[in-house]
């Protein structure tokens, strides 16, 4: 299968690879606890930071496994608003969405505008047939945007992970290539 297509250009966005530029606005909101609430691990240190735009900014994409972490920035305003993350899972067509937004760049729909580049990123360039969203129960913004894109709940798996101190209950959505094609 042949390397993504970059820039994907939405309405108002624009999802690129990233560069070592964004590395100060990154740590800017990956160095909040608020941020890092629902995301795996605590608040990123700068040195955890370098690293993270430096894996970023080198991706391959090429075969299930791989995986690619995509700047988000305004258009005609440069400048790190967040990321989206999309994953080639094991299993024929399989893959999985992930997103975080800066504080400041809530709030304004731009996370959904930049799922739906990354779904159609995934079914219409890459071929999936399957794209889910894994999230902790308590992380409702994260849900609503799932409700958002048209994905459906599949499962409540009830305490599947410990993290930050406590059992966290884990909801997966999904949505698949016909669904994506025909939704209103
Ligand atoms: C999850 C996360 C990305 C959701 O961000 P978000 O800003 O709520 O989602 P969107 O950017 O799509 O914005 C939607 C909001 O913008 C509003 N909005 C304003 N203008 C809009 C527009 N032009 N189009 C669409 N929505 C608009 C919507 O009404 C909605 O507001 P509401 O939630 O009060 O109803 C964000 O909370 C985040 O980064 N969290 C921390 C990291 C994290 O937990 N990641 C997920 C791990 S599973």
């Not at 899972?89 to 893959?95: A, D, I, S």
Request: aromatic fraction near 10%.
């Amino acid at each position: 299968m042949p390397d993504i297509t970059l820039p994907i250009r939405t309405e108002r966005l624009i999802l690129r690879r990233f560069e070592g530029r964004d590395l100060d606005a990154f740590h800017g909101y990956h160095s909040m606890p608020e941020t890092a609430r629902f995301l795996p691990g605590p608040a990123k240190t700068y040195t955890q930071s370098m690293e993270r735009v430096g894996k970023y900014a080198n991706f391959v994409f090429e075969k299930e496994g791989d995986w690619v972490c995509l700047a988000i920035e305004a258009k005609g305003s440069a400048g790190l608003l967040g990321e989206m993350v999309l994953k080639w899972l094991p299993g024929r067509g399989q893959g999985e969405a992930g997103w975080t937004l800066a504080p400041g760049a809530r709030g304004k729909g731009y996370a959904t505008e930049a799922a739906e580049g990354v779904l159609k990123l995934g079914f219409e360039e890459l071929g999936f047939h399957r794209i889910e969203a894994r999230l902790d129960e308590l992380n409702t913004a994260s849900a609503v945007l799932c409700e958002r894109l048209g994905m459906r709940l599949e499962a409540r798996l009830v305490d599947k992970w410990h993290y930050k101190g406590q059992w966290a209950t884990e909801l997966v959505y999904s949505i698949l290539e016909k669904e994506w094609r025909t939704r209103g």
